[in-house]
Structures are given as structure tokens and as C-alpha cells.
């Protein structure tokens, strides 16, 4: 039962971290709410029209195009680390998929994928 | 972990696949290059592609006959008879949706080079689909043929129909393949290995996890039996058949269906032998009601596109009969050498249909009803006649290769039913099915010759070729069709 | 250790509230997050498969990083296809994308 008397500890530990500076903060500081204080947090400037507008379909394309660089990278990962014990063959595979990512950099760039308007 | 030494990665045995990957990579970039009016150029430097890849398959064909089978890739791949004719098969599926797109592209106004290089992807997938000897290189060559067909079923991007038959396939095919993935991670779970000739072993050891394996192999098939549309994962066929532009419907309706019954076979032969009397029955229950369902509503369909969705739904029933079949392993030669050889004769029969189709076809999009045909008898003979054979091919009429490979299936069937005497029901279910659907083919041939119409039908040069070259190859198969089943039963794995 | 069913319980809730996801909700970006969810609960089985089961071969562990690199894909395709409908219909509902129908 070892080990679940950690992942209880870890529980209990991990209640307690967020609620001491929640009660602390009630209980120990002053309390003088206007209208500035209670508005919406949004970088300390005022908030700007509404929140619920459209993005511009361009910063979906970004983020898809880093949704597939960003995975493919796991690939690098462990061929990275084995790299001292690789043979040749292991060598050049990892650069063809390499050279495959930069192929796609390539089409997304000419497609003008990558242009912020 | 030993790392693999290079003649374990045996690149020459996958040379073809290595051809159209790499010709598809290099296309992708030069296709930028080229400029808007002149995407036909990516067309035909796909086509030659493609042909590379056919030539290094025929030098193949000797090679392969010759020595059986041999793995790459340090055994996550095996090539043998099988693979390379359903490779031929795949990659002659392939020249024709080039073919067919050449004209209905830009016809329709979605000409973009992007395509042609989703084509040449999706049909490296299906290759690799049919040489897996792996549960891991299984699923990702389905992805690889599954991802780009989503895109091509909405390259008609403005047509609203494409595009929800694109979201349709989509969200139904990753729901499917979900459930693959899973059947395979308890199937690892049950035999502590993703090697199909390693699960092989396992199942019939004592270190087994029977349950765990078995519930694995059960949500394979529901992966893989969703790709070949059978009964009850079906219901995407005819939304995607219909919405999808008409030389993707083509081109899907037989590379993706051959492709999943190439991993069907793959996995269920060479990894469950064990325990095929169970898979058997229950491939023989979803091949009846694959045969009874897509038969039965296709009679009331009025779109061509729709009903040859239904048509190619009872197809892949008949197909899944002669996998049932393979069960018995002194039959599995003989139940494979069907599979294979009515794969053929469905591909070269309904590339026939659609191009008739794709001719029928209008601008916009409409003139997919089969009331569009009307007429066509007087106004394009030829082109008539040739529809008359596909039909009767589907049908299963004489001299034609569809006949001839319900024949083998039934055959192969009827061996198999001292093992599993349900099997004699399931025949008896296929040829009364097969009447019915005389029903609906023949009602095609009738509004052709029969009924008063405009008959209006575009053909260009493209479309001639493949016409002639698939009317060709149905008859071939029907008059003649020993060589090519010799040599499809001895495509038998091992 | 923790024993290898606690892990498989927790893959096979994950894999159901997947599927329940994906029959029950109705905006497509919503299927897809299901679907997702679906793919992480086999990699969670993969991945405690390959610990307890065989753990000198490296197979789950590749196919688990396969899965989520799959997955990572198909989430993109999705994406631009859910994007594109919603561009020209304003709407992601599953349902009322509903012009073919049998």
C-alpha cells in the first residue's frame, strides 16, 4: 500500500497549496471594492467591446500548422537521444523526415500559410 | 533493443511505395511552381509517377513468383504475391483517378494540383496496407490512406455537398479508427506483441489472454469493416458516395474498400488462424446482412451515385462470404485467390460505372439522378453498351468478370461448409440477393435504351480510354479468367 | 506497483465517456474532442501494456507516440474541415448539416 499513501499525501498537499493564499488573501487583506476593481482583468487596460468576436480564420491556419510541427517534432526525440548508437541508416532516415518537415514548411510558406494579415 | 542493420531494411522489396512517396513529395513542391491555368501538368507528371511505380511492380511480378515472400523494414513489412497484386491493383485504381479527374477537375472549377499529390498519398497507403505484417504498420497505413480521402471527398470545397460528406467521413472514420486502435493495444495487451506472426504464435500458447485478445480481434474488425463499408458500420457510404466529387467516389469505392480487405485478410489469416472458426462465423453473419441491407435499399435509390454506394455496401458482403470461406486453412488459398480476383473484377467494373457517370455528369454538379441516363442508347452507343456490361457485371451476367468472381466466392463458400455449416445459409442469402439486384442494375440499362431523353453525356479523350480499358478488362476476366486466377490464388500469403 | 487493471479501468472510462461523447454532443468541434479523448485512452493502455507486458521490446511505447502523432493530424484535417463549414454555413452543429440524407 506504499505507494498509495504518497498519491494520497500528493492529494492532500495538492488541496492545500491553492487554498492557504485563497484564505490567507480573505483573511489578512483589506477589502475596498470599486467599480475599476471589479471590472474584468484584462491586462490592466480597460476592456474593449465584446469578448465573443470572430477570429480571423488566418490565426486558425497558424494554429494548425503548429499543431503539426509541434507532434511531429516527438519524433526528433528519441532519435536525438540514440543518436551515438545509430548506424548510418538511422542517420539518414532521421534527416529524410527532417527534410520531409521542411518540405511542408515549404508548402505552407509558399501558400502563404505563414502570412499574418 | 537491437537496432536494425540495413539488408533488414530490404528497400528494394518496397520499391514501388518508395517511388510514389517520393515522386509525391517532390510533386507537392513543384507544383507551386506551376502556374494556376496549367495544373494538368501536376496531373501527368502524376501519371508518370505512377508508372514508374507500375514498372518496378512488373519487375516485381517475376521476382515475387519466384521466390515467395521476403520482409523489410526488419520484418514490419512483408511483401509476397498478395501484396503485389492488390499493389497492381491499387496502383492501376490510382492511374485511373488521375484520369478521370483530368477533365472533371477544372470541368467543375476545383482544379488544384493538391489532388493529384492526396491521390498518389492515400494510394501509398493502401500499398503499404496490403504488405502490413504488423498491427502498428496496419494502423497507420490506414490513416494514410483514410486522411487524405477525407480531403478529396470535400475538394469541391463550395459545393456544400462535398463538403459535408467530407465532415461526415471524417468524424465517422476517426470514430471507426479509434476503435482499431484500441482492438489493437488489447490485442498487444493480450499477446505482448504487435507482430501478426508473433500474435500467431502467442494465441495458440498457453501465455495467452484469450478474453483480452479476442475483444482486441473484435474491435479490429469493427475498425477495418467500417473502411469496407459492411453492415452495421455502413451508414457513412452513401452520404460520402453522393456528396463526394464523382472520380473521388471512384476511386474510393475501390481503392479504400480493396485496401481495408487486404489488412482484413492480413490480420485475420496470418495472426487468428487460431480462433478463425469464431471470426469466421461471425464475418459470415455481417456478410449476410451486408448482402441483404445494401441489395434491398438500393432498389429504392434514384441517384446513381447513391446506388452504386448501396451496390458497392452488397459487394463488400459478397467479398466478406469468401474471408468467412478462409477460414478452413486447407481452403484459405482458394478463399483468398476469390477475394483477390473479385476485388479485380469489382475495380475494373465500377471504374467503368462511374466514368459513365462522370460523363453524365453536369457542370454543376446535377445529373447524378439515373433519370439522366435516358436516352443515352440513341445518342452514345458505345458509351450505352458499355454501361449495359457494367451493369450486367455487377449483376453477375455471363461474360462478364463480375460473374465470374461470384461464382469463385460462392465456391469457395460451399468448400468451407463442412466447418461451418452456417456458411450455406449465407450462400444461399448471396445468390438470392443477387437476383434482387438485377432489379436495380437492369433498371439502369432500361431508362438507357428504353426511355425518351436528352441523353446529353460529355466524353472526352481521358474518359474514352478508361472506358475502353475497364469494358476490356470486365469482358477479359469473364471469358477468360484462369490465368488471372491462378495467379490470384497463388498470390496466397506464406 | 500499482496493478496493471487499475490502469486498464481508468483507459476503458476514458475510452466510454469518448464514445458517450461522441454519440451525445452535438457541435462537431465537440465530436472531435471526444474522439481525441478516445485516442488517449488507448495510449494510456498502450503505453501500462507495454510496462507490464513487454517491457524489453519498445513497440508500445512507438506505437503510443504513432497515435498521438496520428491523432495530431487528423485533428488538423478535422479542424480545417469543421472551419471551412462553418465559414460557409455559420454553423457547427452535427445536426443541421443535413443535406444528404437517405
Not at chain 1, 488573501?25 to 475596498?32: D, E, M, N, S, T
Not at chain 2, 479504400?256 to 496470418?270: E, M, N
Not at chain 2, 438485377?438 to 441523353?455: Q, T
Request: hydrophobic share 60%; glycine share 8%.
Amino acid at each position: 500500500m506504499g505507494e498509495w499513501t504518497f498519491i494520497a499525501l500528493l492529494f492532500i498537499i495538492s488541496l492545500i497549496l491553492p487554498a492557504v493564499p485563497i484564505i490567507a488573501g480573505r483573511l489578512l487583506g483589506p477589502r475596498k471594492p470599486n467599480p475599476l476593481k471589479n471590472s474584468t482583468y484584462e491586462c490592466g487596460v480597460e476592456t474593449v467591446g465584446d469578448t465573443w468576436v470572430q477570429f480571423k480564420v488566418q490565426y486558425y491556419i497558424f494554429a494548425l500548422v503548429f499543431l503539426i510541427f509541434d507532434i511531429e517534432v516527438v519524433f526528433l526525440y528519441p532519435w536525438a537521444v540514440a543518436y551515438h548508437q545509430l548506424p548510418l541508416f538511422g542517420v539518414v532516415a532521421g534527416i529524410v523526415f527532417i527534410v520531409t518537415l521542411a518540405e511542408a514548411l515549404i508548402y505552407a510558406w509558399r501558400k502563404g500559410a505563414l502570412e499574418w494579415v | 533493443m537491437q537496432l536494425p542493420i540495413l539488408e533488414s531494411i530490404n528497400l528494394m522489396a518496397v520499391l514501388p511505395v518508395l517511388i510514389i512517396a517520393g515522386w509525391a513529395c517532390v510533386l507537392l513542391v513543384f507544383d507551386l511552381l506551376i502556374p494556376r491555368s496549367r495544373k494538368h501538368w501536376t496531373a501527368w507528371l502524376a501519371l508518370v509517377g505512377l508508372l514508374g511505380a507500375a514498372v518496378a511492380l512488373f519487375f516485381q511480378i517475376g521476382h515475387f513468383a519466384r521466390l515467395g515472400s521476403e520482409a523489410a523494414f526488419d520484418g514490419m513489412v512483408t511483401v509476397d504475391g498478395f501484396s503485389i497484386f492488390l499493389q497492381v491493383v491499387f496502383v492501376l485504381t490510382a492511374i485511373v483517378g488521375v484520369l478521370l479527374a483530368l477533365d472533371y477537375l477544372p470541368r467543375h472549377g476545383i482544379e488544384r494540383g493538391e489532388y493529384y499529390v492526396l491521390l498518389l498519398f492515400t494510394t501509398i497507403g493502401m500499398m503499404i496496407m496490403s504488405m502490413a505484417a504488423d498491427l502498428i504498420v496496419v494502423f497507420v497505413a490506414l490513416e494514410l490512406l483514410s486522411i487524405p480521402l477525407y480531403i478529396l471527398s470535400g475538394f469541391a470545397g463550395m459545393r456544400e455537398t462535398s463538403e459535408e460528406a467530407a465532415l461526415k467521413y471524417f468524424l465517422l472514420g476517426a470514430f471507426a479508427s479509434s476503435f482499431l486502435v484500441y482492438g489493437i493495444a488489447l490485442t498487444y495487451g493480450g499477446t505482448g506483441t504487435t507482430r501478426l506472426t508473433g500474435i500467431a504464435q502467442a494465441v495458440t500458447s498457453d501465455a495467452l489472454n484469450l478474453p483480452l485478445t479476442t475483444v482486441g480481434m473484435g474491435l479490429l474488425l469493427v475498425g477495418l469493416g467500417f473502411k469496407v463499408a459492411a453492415v452495421p458500420f455502413h451508414m457513412w457510404t452513401p452520404d460520402v458516395y453522393q456528396g463526394a466529387p464523382t472520380p473521388v467516389t471512384a476511386f474510393m469505392s475501390v481503392g479504400a474498400k480493396a485496401g481495408g480487405f487486404a489488412a482484413l485478410i492480413r490480420v485475420l489469416v496470418t495472426a487468428f488462424p487460431a480462433i478463425a472458426s469464431e471470426w469466421g462465423t461471425l464475418i459470415a453473419v455481417i456478410a449476410g446482412l451486408t448482402m441483404l441491407l445494401g441489395n434491398i435499399v438500393a432498389i429504392s435509390q434514384s441517384n446513381i451515385k447513391r446506388m452504386l454506394a448501396y451496390s458497392s455496401i452488397a459487394h463488400a458482403g459478397y467479398i466478406l462470404l469468401a474471408v468467412a470461406a478462409a477460414q478452413r486453412s486447407e481452403n484459405a488459398s482458394f478463399a483468398i485467390g476469390a477475394v483477390v480476383f473479385y476485388l479485380l473484377a469489382y475495380a475494373l467494373t465500377n471504374l467503368g460505372a462511374f466514368t459513365v457517370a462522370i460523363a453524365v455528369e453536369r457542370d454543376d454538379g446535377t445529373g447524378t439522378e439515373i433519370d439522366d441516363f435516358a436516352g443515352l442508347g440513341k445518342t452514345r452507343p458505345w458509351m450505352a453498351l458499355a454501361m449495359a456490361l457494367f451493369m450486367l457485371s455487377l449483376t453477375g451476367m455471363p461474360i462478364s468478370g463480375g460473374l465470374v468472381g461470384k461464382v469463385f466466392v460462392f465456391q469457395a463458400a460451399l468448400q468451407a461448409v463442412p466447418g461451418d455449416p452456417l456458411l450455406l445459409a449465407v450462400v444461399i442469402i448471396g445468390v438470392l440477393t443477387s437476383v434482387v439486384s438485377a432489379f436495380y442494375y437492369l433498371k439502369v440499362i432500361m431508362v438507357m435504351y428504353m426511355r425518351e431523353g436528352e441523353g446529353k453525356a460529355v466524353l472526352p479523350l481521358a474518359l474514352k480510354t478508361v472506358l475502353a480499358a475497364t469494358a476490356f478488362g470486365t469482358l477479359v476476366l469473364g471469358i477468360i479468367p484462369g490465368p488471372v486466377f491462378q495467379m490470384a490464388q497463388r498470390a496466397m500469403l506464406k | 506497483m500499482i496493478p496493471l487493471h487499475w490502469y486498464l479501468l481508468v483507459a476503458a472510462g476514458m475510452f466510454a465517456l469518448g464514445i458517450y461523447g461522441v454519440l451525445a454532443r452535438r457541435n462537431a468541434v465537440a465530436i472531435l474532442m471526444s474522439i481525441e479523448l478516445m485516442l488517449n485512452a488507448v495510449n494510456i493502455n498502450l503505453v501500462a501494456f507495454w510496462r507490464y507486458m513487454a517491457p524489453e521490446a519498445l513497440n508500445g511505447q512507438m506505437f503510443a507516440i504513432l497515435v498521438f502523432a496520428v491523432a495530431a493530424a487528423e485533428a488538423a484535417v478535422g479542424l480545417a474541415l469543421i472551419i471551412s463549414i462553418y465559414r460557409n454555413r455559420e454553423t457547427v452543429v452535427a445536426e443541421d448539416i443535413n443535406l444528404l440524407k437517405w
